[in-house]
């Protein structure tokens, strides 16, 4: 579905924030791409929309090349791409409607939009998306009243009024809660397998990565290091991934503190056993 060949991402100063990225990602398949900050991470799902210009490589999603389109041709293509962000980037004086409404806005226009004039199978829609993210009774406030996973809610049904192929989604639980991180994981989950769509999840916590995704892809200074089932990201392979850490064993506390939770590495393999909720 979608093809990445020799995408590589050069700034004017020379350095490299991708190189050679090879990747095939079926329909369907929720694949997490990991890594240290400045891996690369957001820096590929955003070449993939063109929200960041790729300096060499092929991008293809099903049968349309994605790097040779401008203009409307790349406004209609991105309409197959639904892009949830870190910070929910919805407009705050506006009500939670009409920010997933504005999912809609490659289809209607500025000026029917800015109008609220949306077509009727639009507006309905958008009812059941927000009904499906749990947010039926929060259709009327104001974007600004609502916690952060309400916003990511509203996201999510944004892009999903897209009617989407693909979903990008750039570290959707890093400013939420381990609790509201788990619910929005699973629910992205859910949404991908109800309407068959592939995603790439730029995420910082390995756990979620192993307990969500189908795929674990890791990138370590730009270059893919990893790329494989959730119960195959070993302990070594971690060190390859992020540097060299004791993984594998609970630090000691000091005297005046209280005994640490299990690092993250040690849960993995349970939660991997568990499977995608």
């Given at each position: 579905m979608?093809?990445?060949?020799g995408?590589?991402k050069?700034?004017?100063?020379g350095?490299?924030?991708?190189?050679?990225?090879q990747l095939?990602l079926?329909?369907?398949?929720?694949m997490a791409?990991?890594?240290p900050s400045?891996?690369g991470k957001?820096?590929?799902i955003?070449c993939?929309?063109?929200?960041v210009?790729?300096?060499q490589?092929s991008?293809?999603l099903?049968?349309t090349?994605?790097?040779?389109?401008?203009g409307?041709a790349?406004?209609?293509?991105?309409r197959?791409m639904g892009m949830?962000?870190?910070?929910?980037?919805?407009?705050d004086?506006?009500s939670?409607?009409?920010?997933?409404?504005?999912?809609r806005l490659?289809?209607?226009g500025?000026?029917?939009s800015?109008?609220?004039?949306y077509?009727?199978?639009a507006v309905a829609e958008?009812f059941?998306?927000?009904?499906?993210v749990?947010l039926p009774?929060?259709i009327?406030?104001?974007?600004?009243a609502?916690?952060?996973?309400q916003?990511q809610?509203v996201?999510?049904?944004?892009?999903?009024?897209q009617s989407?192929k693909?979903?990008?989604v750039?570290e959707?639980?890093?400013?939420?809660?381990?609790?509201?991180?788990?619910?929005?994981?699973?629910l992205?989950?859910?949404?991908c397998?109800?309407?068959?769509?592939?995603?790439i999840?730029?995420?910082?916590?390995?756990?979620?990565?192993?307990?969500?995704a189908?795929?674990?892809?890791g990138?370590?200074?730009?270059e893919i290091?990893?790329?494989g089932?959730?119960?195959?990201l070993t302990s070594?392979?971690?060190?390859?991934?992020?540097?060299?850490?004791e993984?594998?064993?609970?630090?000691?506390?000091?005297d005046?503190?209280p005994a640490?939770e299990?690092?993250r590495?040690?849960v993995f393999e349970g939660l991997?056993a568990?499977?995608?909720?």
């Open positions: 979608l093809t990445l060949s995408v590589t050069r700034y004017p100063t350095d490299r924030a991708l190189t050679d990225i095939t079926p329909k369907g398949q929720v791409l990991i890594g400045g891996a957001s820096t590929l955003r993939v929309n063109r929200l210009e790729p300096t490589g991008i293809r099903e049968e090349e994605i790097t040779r389109l401008s409307n790349l406004r209609q293509a991105r197959s949830i962000f870190q910070e929910y980037a919805l407009v004086r506006l939670v409607m009409e920010n997933v409404l504005s999912g490659g289809y209607v500025f000026w029917r800015f109008l609220r004039r077509p009727q199978d958008a059941r998306l927000l009904e499906r749990g009774h929060a009327d406030k104001r974007a600004d609502l916690s952060g996973g916003r809610r996201g999510i049904a944004r892009a999903l009024l989407p693909l979903l990008l750039d959707p639980t890093a400013s939420l809660d381990p609790k509201t991180s788990r619910q929005i994981m699973r992205i989950r859910e949404l397998a109800e309407r068959e769509l592939a995603a999840i730029n995420i910082h916590d390995v756990a979620l990565a192993q307990q969500f189908d795929r674990i892809v990138l370590r200074a730009g290091v990893f790329d089932l959730p119960n195959e070594d392979m971690l060190t390859t991934i992020y540097g060299e850490e993984w594998d064993t609970t630090p000691e506390p000091m005046d503190e640490a299990p690092p590495a040690r991997a568990g499977g995608a909720q």
